[in-house]
């Protein structure tokens, strides 16, 4: 990578870094280092709570997921303008009043401490393994870049962001996620402006060869529970994602209870509610534009460099004649997205079917060399994860490279350390300071939550060598939090119905995850946004018909 880009990188690295420290300032009680006193003002929280999952995993993973599939995954936001309204009028301003740390210090209050801790125990889970996905999008990054192995990759990553979120605290974190915003769009954008500047062909005609394709099909109305992007998984099961991630999530819940008031953290979640699907659209339109940038120039036949590396040390000969084939088969494509650009509209009938048939063959032999590659390496070679940093480090120019992935690794930076931060708060809160120690001065809880932000970040780090071998890292991270999200959900339904009990919430929430561990693993087929729903659903039956059964205490 030219040394411009480096100083890029570097420099934007350390202005966070070095402000995110400077903001640690008043961090020295457990109010400030978990809450920031609520002081933050709703811009900044809304920004922080929008940073916390455009992430480095958006950044790689959903524009590569463009690239291959288009826009359908915009559909898996559907449901969150809808979760945000009801949110702004039950829960936030519930929890933003009830003086708590944590969410679930009020599963307590409303039922038992065993159903607290299992809730807890759940996030703990689910968020840890969450945050290792999100870690692992830097990792395939620099992977592909220098050609590190990933457990290296990982380690410098996950490293020095333990360091800055065990010194920092949750105001350095919030703040260094609205810096992080801005340089995303930004990179972004002058991606696209670069794209669509490239490209032979202009805006209209780029648009109606990826439409051709399918890659512009936003809404699909089919209704079948094994398809992940459709419109009603993205209403029904997207909407009960969101409500739990935004409404019980800890990582999200400690955003809005920095807010300075209740009307400054719903404004924070409507931010969201307003922005989120747009942006997503925006990403996912750079990786659509990437594919047809690539119909005028060559791409690599397979975009993962170490796969590459040992195919054709194991199968040469069979490769080389992959890429021959391949080669040709990309020139007809080639003169066939030309021609659908020069006959222009009304007459891009038969030029159209030609492209499609020039794509299809195009797409066999990519298929059969990432057949080729899953023998030879024992595994999925996860070819999109490295699309989109591979047309970066070779396409675009000197500058914006360093540009993007400034904006990849501050995104990863301030992602994980929000996540790293949640982690801490619930694990000293809901756990150490409830069950061991109560009564330890501010100091002490201080020094307990850093050990416990290195823990997490340990962990992260063990499951994002993991995660890095997966096929799409957005999916992975949204498929870890979906096996809990629903049961999780499911709990705070129960404590808003007036007859449910103790024994009816634990008795739920054990139901409800049975009941999405047999899903997932009898009906593989079916999507992992209805595990949500399925969870949810099952808890919260499960919960009342226990609670009708239980006597009420005297």
């Not at 402006?193 to 512009?216: N, Q, Y």
């Not at 962990?459 to 060598?465: H, I, L, R, S």
């Not at 087929?525 to 059964?549: C, K, Q, R």
Request: with cysteine; proline share 3%; glycine share 8%.
């Amino acid at each position: 990578m030219h040394p411009i880009n480096w100083i890029i990188v570097v420099a934007y690295i350390a202005y966070v870094v070095f402000d995110g420290l400077r903001r640690s300032k008043g961090t020295d009680t457990v109010d400030g280092y978990f809450l920031a006193n609520k002081s933050l003002p709703w811009w900044a929280v809304g920004l922080s709570v929008m940073a916390t999952q455009l992430s480095a995993v958006t950044m790689i993973g959903t524009t590569g997921q463009g690239a291959t599939d288009g826009l359908r995954f915009v559909q898996f936001y559907f449901g969150l303008p809808l979760a945000m309204v009801v949110l702004g009028v039950t829960l936030v301003p519930f929890l933003h009043g009830a003086k708590v740390y944590t969410a679930y210090e009020y599963l307590e209050r409303r039922f038992d401490p065993q159903t607290r801790s299992l809730t807890s125990l759940l996030f703990l889970l689910s968020r840890g393994m969450s945050c290792g996905g999100i870690m692992a999008a830097p990792a395939v990054v620099f992977s592909a870049v220098f050609g590190w192995d990933v457990t290296w990759a990982v380690a410098l990553i996950g490293i020095p962001t333990v360091l800055y979120t065990m010194i920092g605290g949750v105001q350095a974190v919030a703040w260094a996620d609205v810096k992080q915003m801005a340089l995303i769009v930004l990179a972004l954008l002058a991606t696209v402006i670069v794209l669509l500047v490239r490209m032979p062909v202009g805006a209209d005609d780029a648009l109606r060869i990826a439409g051709s394709t399918g890659r512009l099909d936003v809404f699909d109305f089919s209704f079948t529970l094994t398809n992940d992007y459709t419109f009603w998984s993205g209403i029904i099961g997207g909407t009960f994602l969101m409500l739990s991630y935004f409404g019980t999530d800890q990582s999200q819940v400690q955003r809005y209870l920095t807010a300075r008031s209740v009307d400054e953290a719903r404004s924070s979640l409507l931010m969201s509610a307003y922005w989120k699907i747009p942006l997503q659209a925006l990403v996912l339109l750079v990786g659509v534009l990437v594919f047809v940038y690539y119909q005028f120039q060559t791409p690599p036949l397979l975009y993962n460099p170490a796969h590459e590396a040992q195919v054709r040390a194991a199968r040469g000969p069979e490769y080389e004649e992959l890429e021959r084939r391949y080669a040709a088969a990309f020139e007809s494509r080639e003169i066939a997205a030309r021609t659908v650009a020069d006959a222009g509209a009304a007459a891009a009938g038969p030029a159209l079917t030609t492209f499609l048939a020039r794509e299809a063959e195009v797409g066999t032999i990519r298929d059969d060399a990432l057949a080729m590659a899953a023998e030879v390496t024992g595994g999925n070679s996860r070819d999109v994860n490295y699309i989109i940093p591979r047309f970066v480090l070779s396409e675009l120019p000197i500058g914006l490279t360093g540009l993007f992935i400034a904006g990849v690794l501050a995104a990863a930076m301030s992602s994980i350390a929000a996540e790293l931060n949640s982690l801490s708060s619930v694990t000293v809160i809901d756990f150490y300071r409830r069950w061991i120690r109560d009564d330890a001065p501010d100091a002490h809880f201080l020094r307990v939550s850093k050990w416990a932000t290195a823990f997490w970040g340990l962990f992260a780090c063990a499951v994002a060598t993991y995660a890095a071998t997966l096929d799409s890292l957005i999916v992975a991270v949204n498929r870890f939090g979906s096996f809990f999200y629903g049961s999780i959900l499911g709990v705070f339904l129960l404590a808003m119905a007036r007859r449910a009990r103790g024994s009816g919430a634990f008795a739920g929430l054990i139901a409800g995850m049975t009941a999405v561990g047999f899903v997932a693993y009898a009906y593989p087929s079916v999507s992992w946004l209805w595990h949500n729903v399925i969870g949810a659903v099952t808890v919260f039956v499960v919960g009342m018909a226990v609670s009708a059964m239980t006597p009420e205490r005297a």
